[in-house]
């Protein structure tokens, strides 16, 4: 893996526990040499991952839309920033320049982002790892609700499954590092649409 989009928040509630975690994911990114990819924001949890990763002396590809640049949250220090149109053209680019998928706590926008390319993987649109790094366990709810899907067959087990959740950053570099990807059989394979 040469790069990684990690998804996270814009805001940062100062959690030691999560700074914590923040700066260990850095460290392995740095230390595995693999960019970071992300929004390209100055703020939040965005903002000190960045940071970061910058100090550890790794490389930092934003990708923020023109009207975040214009209300001035775009960090200044990257080692590259592109510029989209729209917040569509931001995750589509986000996606094509990444190897894989990292969920940190976040609000709407983070979930967003990360059902969107859990979607891509489950429809086989690409084949590239996701990892939830569950800080404090923040999303244990969430993976609870997925679990009520699959209880109530409105998703598959092996479609969870495809979601690393973990709560140390190392583990979870090296296990994305070991995914293959099988998308085929994930979902069109039931369905008889190959």
């Known amino acids: 893996m040469k790069s990684i989009c990690v998804y996270c928040g814009s805001n940062f509630n100062g959690d030691p526990i999560l700074r914590t ?3 260990e994911l850095a460290t392995v990114l740095v230390a595995e040499n693999i960019k970071l990819v992300y929004g390209g924001g100055s703020v939040g949890v965005m903002g000190v991952i960045a940071d970061d990763v910058l100090e550890k002396k790794g490389e930092v590809i934003g990708v923020i839309p023109q009207f975040l640049m214009d209300k001035e949250v775009g960090h200044k220090g990257l080692t590259e920033m592109i510029i989209t149109e729209n917040m569509h053209q931001r995750k589509q ?3 094509d320049l990444s190897d894989g998928f990292i969920i940190l706590p976040g609000g709407f926008g983070t979930l967003e982002e990360f059902f969107e390319v859990l979607t891509w993987l489950q429809l086989g649109l690409h084949t590239k790892p996701i990892g939830v790094l569950n800080v404090n ?11 009520v899907m699959v209880k109530n067959r409105f998703l598959k087990q092996i479609n969870k ?4 959740n973990e709560t140390n950053a190392t583990v ?17 394979k039931d369905r008889n649409l190959t």
């Open 172 to 188: 979870l570099v090296h296990k994305m590092q070991n995914f293959i990807a099988e998308p085929d059989e994930v979902w069109f």
């Open 161 to 164: 499954d495809l979601v690393f």
């Open 93 to 95: 680019k986000m996606a």
């Open 21 to 23: 975690a923040i700066e």
């Open 137 to 147: 366990r923040f999303y244990d709810p969430l993976f609870m609700q997925l679990d």
